[in-house]
Nanobody, 131 residues
């Protein structure tokens, strides 16, 4: 059984930093894609950063480029999102998600742009950025 558990959300002032972590269990090989998604109140869920676990290939949406960094730790089976220079518009519920890669040609960008392609989801962690 695949389980994803996020942690690290909270309240931070604009310009501050937070680190989100996603603990992964049940994925028995390294051929999968993972990502961080967020959903602000009244808005659709959007993929903000995704990674191909085996290759480390990453994708970021424009609004977080240069501010957020996604990384994975193979030994700890953990996905991390380092968020710097946070803005009030980053306020949202943040979710970790994963999918086994059944089609090798799919890129990290594909998974972020198509949230329905991710099979497994965590429960979410709230990030609130005050102005």
């Amino acid at each position: 059984q695949v389980q994803l558990v996020e942690s690290g959300g909270g309240l931070v002032q604009a310009g501050g930093s937070l680190t989100l972590s996603c603990s992964v269990s049940g994925l028995t090989n390294d051929d999968y894609a993972m990502g961080w998604f967020r959903q602000a109140q009244g808005k659709e869920r959007e993929g903000i950063s995704c990674i191909i676990w085996r290759t480390g290939s990453t994708y970021y949406i424009d609004s977080v480029k240069g501010r957020f960094t996604i990384s994975r730790d193979n030994a700890k089976n953990t996905l991390t999102l380092q968020m710097n220079s946070l803005k009030p518009e980053d306020t949202a519920m943040y979710y970790c998600a994963a999918a086994r890669r059944l089609v090798w040609s799919l890129t990290s960008a594909y998974y972020c742009v198509n949230p329905s392609s991710l099979t497994y989801w965590g429960q979410g962690t709230q990030v609130t950025v005050s102005s």
